[in-house]
């Protein structure tokens, strides 16, 4: 590959153990760039036993061109039909991120819920309810109290019925700094920035799907450059086509 400018020796372990009945899985790339773009320290681990895993992957830093990912690990243990997963960003030794969640199985459906505890999105602490949960079969999705909430932003996911009768999945925001959620590729720049309120609806998720969105992003930038007000109005005409209407207005390119 000749637009691989650097890379340092990759290794990958494997063993079976068939007494513990048991299988490790490691990976390792100590350094890798990619026609400048750098991936620092990628790691790879997998063990197994009989009815248990642990696995953990992650890497130290990824720059490319504005974007730079902190360090950033999943660790993950599967134990008793259930799936932990812990997704933690560091900055140094601050938490920039962290979400830990659970998936079970319950006959045929899949139920996914949000640790509250230590709920971090861009270095703050977010409330989430504890009776949160999804839940996911054939041709089916719920959310119950998933809702995320840090002062006066909110962020409230649901699922519904129009008016119409049909299902509906609904992502409404108040106050949300997008900030919040771009500092994970990148805490030094400002790649997107503004303030979003309004709501995506999708309607009929598992037949004919349509769209509807009402959002207003206030004080939007991308890249530090200044666009001003940004609107998003739109609307499912057919099962084929949507009326979209998307604006800026009062922002000079500065």
Same mark, same amino acid.
């Given at each position: 590959?000749?637009?691989?400018?650097?890379?340092?020796? +990759?290794?990958?372990?494997?063993?079976?153990?068939?007494? /513990?009945?048991? %299988?490790?899985?490691?990976?390792?790339?100590?350094? !890798?760039?990619?026609?400048?773009?750098?991936?620092?320290?990628?790691?790879?681990? =997998?063990?197994?036993?009989?009815?248990?895993?642990?696995? $953990?992957?992650?890497? @130290?830093?990824?720059?490319?061109?504005? &974007?730079?990912?902190?360090?950033?690990?999943?660790?993950?243990?599967?134990?008793?039909?259930?799936?932990?997963?812990?997704?933690?960003?560091?900055?140094?030794?601050?938490? %920039?991120? #962290?979400?830990?969640? !659970? $998936?079970?199985? /319950?006959?045929?459906?899949?139920?996914? #819920?949000?640790?509250?505890?230590? =709920?971090?999105?861009?270095?703050?602490?977010?409330?989430?309810?504890?009776? @949160?949960?999804?839940? !996911?079969?054939?041709?089916?999705?719920?959310?119950?109290? &998933?809702?995320?909430?840090?002062?006066?932003?909110?962020?409230?996911? %649901?699922?519904?019925?129009?008016?119409?009768?049909?299902?509906?999945?609904?992502?409404?925001?108040? #106050?949300?700094?997008?900030?919040?959620?771009?500092?994970? =590729?990148?805490?030094?720049?400002?790649?997107?920035?503004? !303030?979003?309120?309004?709501? =995506? @609806?999708?309607?009929?998720?598992?037949?004919?799907?349509?769209?509807?969105?009402?959002?207003?992003?206030?004080?939007?930038? &991308?890249?530090?450059?200044?666009?001003?007000?940004?609107?998003? +109005?739109? /609307?499912?005409?057919?099962?084929?086509?949507?009326?979209?209407?998307?604006?800026? /207005?009062?922002?000079?390119?500065?």
């Amino acid at each position: 590959l000749t637009q691989l400018n650097a890379f340092d020796s +990759m290794s990958l372990n494997m063993a079976y153990d068939q007494v /513990k009945d048991s %299988l490790l899985v490691q990976f390792s790339a100590p350094f !890798i760039d990619f026609q400048g773009n750098t991936l620092d320290s990628l790691n790879f681990h =997998f063990l197994s036993h009989s009815s248990n895993a642990d696995f $953990m992957f992650g890497w @130290n830093k990824i720059e490319a061109g504005p &974007i730079t990912i902190e360090r950033t690990v999943f660790d993950g243990q599967i134990a008793q039909d259930a799936l932990i997963i812990d997704f933690l960003v560091n900055e140094k030794e601050e938490k %920039l991120f #962290h979400i830990r969640s !659970i $998936m079970t199985l /319950k006959g045929d459906t899949l139920i996914y #819920h949000l640790d509250p505890d230590d =709920f971090i999105l861009d270095k703050q602490a977010w409330q989430v309810p504890p009776n @949160n949960r999804v839940a !996911i079969s054939d041709n089916f999705i719920d959310f119950e109290n &998933i809702d995320f909430e840090k002062g006066s932003q909110k962020i409230h996911v %649901l699922s519904s019925q129009n008016p119409s009768g049909q299902d509906q999945l609904s992502v409404l925001f108040e #106050h949300f700094d997008l900030t919040t959620v771009t500092t994970f =590729f990148s805490n030094e720049v400002d790649l997107v920035n503004g !303030i979003i309120s309004g709501d =995506f @609806n999708l309607i009929d998720p598992f037949g004919s799907v349509g769209l509807e969105s009402d959002v207003i992003v206030s004080d939007f930038s &991308i890249l530090e450059k200044n666009l001003g007000l940004l609107t998003l +109005m739109g /609307k499912s005409v057919s099962s084929a086509e949507y009326d979209f209407d998307l604006s800026l /207005k009062e922002g000079p390119l500065v």
